[in-house]
């Protein structure tokens, strides 16, 4: 009986030339544009080259080194970088470089920057903590006040680099334009969402 009505609704989309719900799905999955991976990754070595800079200039930077090894900063690295390119991603499917306003795209790397930075010290907790918790090293109560003011704290703190790199990625798309002028008849970023 459920396969009857499933072949009759499939049947009724084909005739009535509406597509099938599956597509809209699939139209999610399109591939991320080439602005949108280069802004991502100049923002992910920007961000970390500062952290760097900033451990170094703090001299903390030796004791940082010395306690993680190089698959442990190879996956750090590549989870923030893939942070953000689903914020980035996430901006320009909803907002154009080419024609949104400053205050526009700020706004959204805010909004995108506070979600990755939440995810990103969730990562992080997930990582660190999970095997403490199952030891039985610290309380569960413990843990859910801390990442609770450290969800906090963390969407603060991306929301800023969100608005800070956001700026930046309007200052650096501008400067390619200007300094590429005969790629801007050219659409090299990802059209918005209906």
């Known amino acids: 009986m459920a396969e009857d009505q499933c072949v009759r609704e499939g049947m009724a989309e084909r005739t009535s030339g509406a597509e099938p719900a599956h597509s809209a799905e699939q139209a999610d ?11 991502a990754t100049f923002d992910t070595a920007l961000f970390v ?8 200039a703090s001299g903390g930077l030796a004791d940082l080194l010395a306690g ?9 690295f ?5 942070l ?7 901006i320009h499917r909803r907002v154009s470089l080419d024609s949104a306003g400053v205050s526009t795209l700020a706004l959204h790397g805010t909004a995108a920057g506070s ?35 450290g969800a906090g704290v963390a969407a603060v703190v991306g929301g800023i680099v969100g608005l800070l790199t956001s700026v930046l990625d309007i200052a650096v ?7 590429l002028p005969e790629a801007g008849s050219e659409r090299v970023t990802e059209p918005r969402r209906q």
């Not at 080259?49 to 170094?56: I, R, S, Y």
């Not at 590549?78 to 893939?82: D, F, G, K, N």
């Not at 953000?84 to 991603?89: G, I, P, S, Y």
Request: with cysteine; charged share 5%.
């Open 115 to 149: 979600v990755a930075g939440v995810a990103f010290l969730l990562g992080l907790f997930v990582v660190v903590l999970v095997p403490t918790i199952q030891s039985g090293g610290v309380r569960l109560q413990a843990v859910l006040l801390v990442l609770l003011i």
């Open 29 to 39: 999955v399109r591939p991320v544009s080439l602005v949108t991976w280069t802004l």
């Open 78 to 82: 590549c989870y923030l970088w893939a």
């Open 84 to 90: 953000f390119v689903l914020a980035v991603r996430w």
């Open 173 to 179: 798309y501008g400067l390619a334009g200007y300094l």
């Open 49 to 56: 080259l500062l952290g760097v800079l900033a451990a170094h």
């Open 68 to 76: 993680l090894n190089t698959l442990v900063g190879v996956a750090v």
